[in-house]
């Protein structure tokens, strides 16, 4: 079935510092691809999405490239807060047979940004 | 907008218990889902719902049931409560089948001891 990797973490940054966080699927077909992001004690929140090769998802000054030819979606950010301290899921999405989309995760990094 | 809401925010349950974890979301979206997550891992379908009436299963849904009488809500239902059910549940919601966007509520911390 469909699976995500992720890097695993925790992953301890200065701010301002260059932030990457690896992430590879397997899927038949071509899914749409998806960071969200959850804050502590809050639900997911969409970060970005991108759903076809080669789209760029951007918000917030995070991007990721979705790129077939790897299986790949790694988020990047030029400069990292401390309010970017949270736990970042990758995603693929996938139609349900009864209609709807799945959602399978990767099993998340915790990102801490430190002053 | 309060988007998906989530009741209760925690609980301890005993082992054989029952509860109903309650989701309602205003953003009058077809399908609704509920998804667990463990500590380190990812979240897991399941149970989903494309419309009032309609249910089906999602990767985990054994130990729960589910019901969907309006658009608004979608609970779910624990009869039997097991340790392995410890857990956080999250309830969400998307538009349609081609909007993939899930709105995600703020979680239910579940103990069973």
């Known amino acids: 079935g469909d699976s995500v990797t992720q890097m695993e973490g925790p992953v301890t940054l200065s701010e301002e510092a260059f932030l990457t966080i690896n992430c590879t699927y397997t899927?038949?077909?071509?899914?749409?691809l998806f960071w969200y992001v959850q804050y502590p004690g809050e639900g997911l929140q969409l970060l970005l999405k991108?759903?076809?090769?080669?789209d760029k998802g951007s918000n917030k000054g995070f991007e990721a490239t979705y790129r077939k030819e790897t299986t790949s979606f790694h988020l990047e950010k030029g400069s990292v807060q401390v309010s970017d301290s949270a736990v970042y899921f990758c995603a693929l999405s996938d139609q349900l047979t009864g209609g709807g989309n799945k959602l399978t995760f990767g099993t998340g990094t915790q990102l801490k940004v430190e002053l | 907008n309060a988007g998906v809401t989530q009741t209760p925010k925690f609980r301890i349950l005993k082992i054989g218990q029952s509860m109903t974890l309650q989701c309602t979301q205003d953003?009058?979206?077809?399908?609704m889902y509920w998804y667990r997550q463990d500590p380190g891992m990812g979240l897991k379908l399941i149970y989903y719902s494309v419309g009032a009436g309609i249910t089906d299963k999602g990767e985990v849904p054994n130990g729960y049931n589910v019901s969907r009488s309006t658009t608004e809500d979608f609970p779910l239902r624990l009869e039997l409560a097991a340790p392995s059910q410890t857990s956080v549940y999250f309830c969400?919601?998307?538009?349609?089948?081609?909007?993939?966007?899930?709105?995600f509520g703020p979680g239910t911390r579940l103990t069973v001891t």
């Open positions: 991108a759903t076809k090769a080669d």
């Open positions: 953003m009058n979206h077809n399908y």
């Open positions: 969400a919601s998307s538009r349609d089948s081609t909007n993939y966007e899930q709105y």
């Open positions: 899927a038949t077909g071509y899914p749409s």
